[in-house]
């Protein structure tokens, strides 16, 4: 699994690491630092921080190694940059 | 205006069988390949990137990769769909033929384009004694490589460890240094870290930091030289106030430089200060006329920005980076009416000794700064800048929930000094102070805003200082 | 206009759609009329104000508002406790809920909710079993039978409250959740007193468990809030009294109207739920559409300016009553396409379902487990499940809105996993 958290969008909820406390972590009480290549067996608990980001700041890539056991699901998730969410 | 109602059919034939070229296989050039496949791009698309690697991401490099809590080369970017490039990794661009549309390349092959986009970004500024720079444990942080040997030095326990330069990368180094329980020296020639980029006024909230983490900060300071020992490893730098620091690694940290030098003598107006181009990312060429056919996007563009005057902005920020991409991929793709300008309001962030800095705006323009919310002493506030009677920018540590309301301040030309009341407002937000930048003619460490002037050709290099 | 609108939105009438209430409501997107109070109720007006730090939670900076028949009594929190981080500012706000924080999230508790996982399907588990051995499976209620107890118990367990004392907070917490309500028929008297009585007495409660558990702690938040002394130092008794009584009345009238929102809507629409049985992952952005399609917290009438600010081209002054309609601006056509199709394949979907910005939900990553569970558990076993009314009825609350009973029937319960 490829991440990328766009950081200027980021407001610290915190949702992320607590629902996949092992790839997301907050350093102090704002401050978001993740893995950026998180490993298969993290794909579910990653999916729902993907979908409880308030601010749709984290993008996904699922890669060949995640893809192996689930068939064809939609690849690529999260909002990245291009959603009109923030205004 | 689509493709099918075009005046010539010229989009269309490019859209459908047109070659695209990007130069730099980073953040931007990645996100712009995407955004042109999106839209419909069926042509070849070749991307062209001097490090051996795919685009990957760097913030990690000075944070996470440092900290040993990611692996260097595990920062590769998620892609938000399939680009189906052509990749030319591992090669620079050494020169490019405006007349003839041909990019040179560093192992002599040349590739055509219709359309070129230049996203070379910038580089780590090297020590500038190159043999001293060549000393073991002599490192910048800037490529996933750099980010890899810097992570192993450090891991590899030195006795102390020097920062030169106190930007928002030294800064952040010096910080995961002491959350390794590294010994940390950080040579700053400002009066303060981060002083370039935000001011003295929270310059010194950032030395206080330092301070509290047991940084060893020296700043008004110049490192004069580095020694090495017999084997040719780092051991000590000496300083402009005569004393001596002993360290095993160095990490020169002194801001960056744009990749422009292969575009010497192309005719492009590329210079040190960056590759000028319009609102619409179209290059200018030296005389100061638009290109039709080169645009450039990311760290290594300077363009003009209609909230700031239309001075020419360069901006080495991820978001602008993600943004221009945005921007120049739709306007290359696009007849001229249907363009749309680069009207981001630059924003970046920095996480360093546990707390979050967050700024959107233009802080360096700032003559003013006034606390708005919260207090500098409990490093938790929101600050604003202003200039010339409006908000230009603000500033959070620990406080970013609030600044889509400043950036909404900013857009909107809101008045300075905020003639409303916030929550948290302590008596040091009663009246704004001057913001204290320092004279933009001397540069530090970099700031990653630089104001250049309105001349789009960079003849030389021009400042407009913040008063 | 404005008034008549907003009381036949508390009016309890239209409590099971209110919908095309909102709808009205926005072609104003800042409505006021009177003494009334300002109403927001677009979308991105209802985002910027929730960032705007000209705006207080903290009710001593309203105005008084005179003979304002929907006005809040300034202070309903009366004398009993001193009001809780969801009704302060900064900088009190933001260090009650930072020390709350610490023994519930991260940075320093990063597991505690992602670790309970186990422990919420037990329960989950538990409950399903109870109704197919209940067996009268021809009339299940929902909300008693498994919507109400579940968060509830799990609230308990993480605050260290005695589940046996349920039956006596059980009535303090809808007290004091329905003078969250903005009734204009209730005698405010008699209301207000109901209140601070509920309040007292909750206070009085909590206040023997925590002196309890200050001597001898065990794992539990309330002993953790008790002895906390991090480097915002200790919490005074009074504020983590105000505090565990947040977290348990929050806990109680909020997961009981997502969890409930949520099988009503599955229920309404079949070919989700049949989606949601093959394939349980979806209740993750189920429960992201439900936030917006259907909030267990409708609207915030507890904000107030502090100073005049204009938004949408309306000055509203000073001190002035703010109500930040969210169930309306989650229903904003100019923010989301077919904002009134239920659609978990919403790709854009930052609804305001939990609030944003410095107040935003304190549990909503526990919400938000609690209900991805329970609903990929009840669509997985209930056996063809069906609503024996509908609409159910409604729970008198306006702000805090769900079904009082949900009353369904189903032709029986598969076995749990595994």
């Known amino acids: 699994m490829r991440l990328v958290v766009d950081l200027n969008r980021c407001q610290g909820y915190a949702q992320c690491a607590f629902l996949a406390p092992d790839v997301f972590a907050m350093h102090g009480d704002e401050s978001l630092l993740y893995n950026p290549e998180a490993a298969a067996e993290q794909r579910e608990d990653v999916a729902r921080a ?10 996904l890539e699922l890669t060949d190694e995640d893809m192996a056991d689930i068939g064809s699901q939609d690849a690529v998730a999260g909002a990245g940059a291009g959603s009109g969410g923030s205004r | 205006m689509t493709g099918e109602h075009t005046r ?77 490039a052509d990749w030319r990794l591992g090669v620079p661009a050494t020169g490019l033929d405006m007349a003839a549309r041909r990019v040179r390349l560093g192992n002599g092959d040349e590739v055509e384009y219709d359309r070129l986009l230049i996203a070379t970004g910038v580089r780590a500024r090297p020590w500038p004694n190159p043999e001293e720079g060549e000393l073991e444990g002599v490192f910048v942080l800037r490529t996933r490589d750099d980010g890899e040997g810097l992570q192993r030095a450090l891991a590899a326990n030195p006795r102390r460890v020097l920062v030169i330069g106190a930007g928002f990368t030294g800064s952040e180094i010096a910080s995961a240094c002491r959350e390794r329980g590294l010994k940390v020296t950080v040579a700053e020639r400002g009066s303060a870290p981060l002083v370039g980029a935000l001011g003295a006024v929270i310059g010194e909230v950032a030395a206080e930091m330092h301070r509290e983490h047991e940084v060893d900060l020296r700043t008004g300071v110049m490192v004069t030289a580095l020694e090495g020992d017999p084997a040719g490893r780092v051991r000590a730098a000496h300083l402009s106030d005569g004393s001596t620091v002993e360290a095993d690694v160095v990490v020169v940290s002194l801001g960056a430089q744009r990749n422009t030098e292969w575009l010497a003598g192309s005719g492009l107006g590329a210079g040190p200060r960056g590759i000028a181009c319009d609102a619409g990312c179209r290059a200018f060429d030296v005389r100061g006329i638009v290109t039709d056919d080169i645009y450039v996007a990311g760290d290594v563009a300077r363009s003009p920005h209609a909230l700031f005057g239309y001075q020419f902005l360069s901006l080495e920020h991820w978001g602008n980076a993600v943004a221009q991409a945005d921007t120049a991929a739709h306007n290359m793709l696009s007849e001229s009416a249907d363009r749309r300008p680069h009207l981001w309001v630059p924003a970046f962030w920095s996480s360093q000794f546990g707390v979050n800095i967050k700024s959107v705006g ?97 003849r030389k290099m021009t400042f407009t200082p913040g008063r | 206009m404005t008034q008549a609108l907003l009381r036949e939105i508390i009016d309890y009438a239209n409590r099971a759609n209110p919908y095309p209430l909102y709808e009205e409501l926005r072609q104003t997107p800042v409505s006021h009329e009177g003494n009334g109070p300002y109403v927001v109720s677009t979308y991105y007006e209802i985002q910027s104000l929730l960032h705007d730090p000209r705006i207080s939670s903290d009710s001593r900076n309203l105005k008084a508002t005179g003979d304002d028949p929907l006005g809040q009594s300034a202070d309903d929190e009366g004398t009993a406790l001193p009001p809780s981080f969801l009704k302060l500012d900064p900088p009190d706000h933001d260090r009650l809920r930072r020390m709350t924080n610490r023994p519930f999230g991260p940075p320093h508790s990063p597991h505690r909710v992602h670790d309970m996982r186990d422990e919420l399907d037990g329960l989950v588990a538990g409950l399903i079993d109870g109704i197919a051995g209940s067996g009268d499976l021809d009339r299940v209620d929902l909300v008693d039978q498994f919507a109400y107890p579940f968060p509830v118990t799990v609230i308990c367990r993480l605050l260290g409250v005695p589940h046996e004392d349920e039956p006596r907070f059980h009535v303090w917490a809808e007290t004091l959740a329905a003078s969250l309500d903005p009734d204009p028929d209730a005698d405010p008297t008699q209301r207000g007193k109901g209140t601070t009585d509920a309040r007292m007495e909750l206070g009085m409660y909590l206040a023997g468990l925590i002196e309890e558990r200050r001597k001898n702690p065990g794992d539990d938040m309330l002993s953790q809030l008790a002895t906390a002394d991090g480097p915002d130092g200790a919490m005074t008794t009074m504020e983590a009294l105000s505090t565990s009584a947040l ?78 309609m969210l169930a309306s601006g989650n229903r904003d056509p100019k923010r989301f396409e077919n904002p009134d199709r239920f659609d978990p394949d919403r790709k854009d979907i930052q609804h305001l379902g939990l609030g944003s910005g410095i107040h935003s939900c304190f549990g909503a990553p526990l919400a938000r487990q609690e209900a991805q569970l329970a609903l990929s558990e009840l669509a997985r076993r209930l056996v063809n499940p069906r609503l024996l009314e509908d609409p159910p009825p409604y729970r008198q609350n306006a702000v805090l809105r769900g079904p009082r009973h949900l009353p369904i029937a189903c032709d029986g319960v598969l076995p749990r996993a595994g």
Request: hydrophobic share 40%.
């Open chain 2, 362 to 458: 233009v802080p360096p323009m700032g003559t003013e700064i006034l606390i708005t919310q919260g207090s500098l002493s409990e490093r938790r506030f929101a600050a604003v800048y202003g200039y010339q009677g409006r908000v230009i920018a603000a500033v959070t540590f620990d406080n970013c929930r609030w600044l889509p309301f400043y950036e909404q301040q900013i857009e909107s030309t809101a008045p300075f000094p905020p003639p409303f009341s916030t929550v948290d407002r302590r008596p040091e937000g009663n009246k704004p102070v001057p913001a204290d930048f320092p004279d933009p003619s001397v540069p530090t460490h970099g700031p990653t805003i630089t104001l250049s002037g309105y001349s789009p050709a960079d």
């Open chain 2, 8 to 84: 010539d059919g010229a989009l269309e034939h490019l859209k459908r069988e047109g070659r695209i070229v990007i130069v730099g296989a980073s953040l931007a050039g990645l996100r712009a390949a995407e955004t042109m496949r999106d839209k419909g791009f069926a042509g070849s698309l070749t991307m062209i990137g001097d490090e051996p690697y795919e685009p990957y991401d760097r913030p990690p490099l000075s944070k996470q990769v440092l900290l040993g809590n990611a692996v260097a080369d595990h920062t590769a970017l998620p892609r938000r769909r399939a680009i189906d």
């Open chain 3, 247 to 324: 977290l348990l009345i929050a806990g109680h009238e909020t997961t009981v109207n997502l969890i409930t929102n949520g099988m009503l809507t599955l229920l309404r629409h079949p070919d989700v739920l049949k989606r949601l049985r093959e394939e349980p992952g979806l209740s993750v952005p189920i429960v992201e559409e439900l936030l917006r399609y259907e909030p267990p917290v409708q609207l915030l009438p507890q904000r107030t300016t502090l100073s005049d600010i204009e938004v949408a081209g309306v000055t509203i002054p000073k001190g002035a009553s703010l109500w930040l």
């Open chain 1, 50 to 59: 993907v979908a409880a980001c308030p601010v749709g700041a984290i993008l």
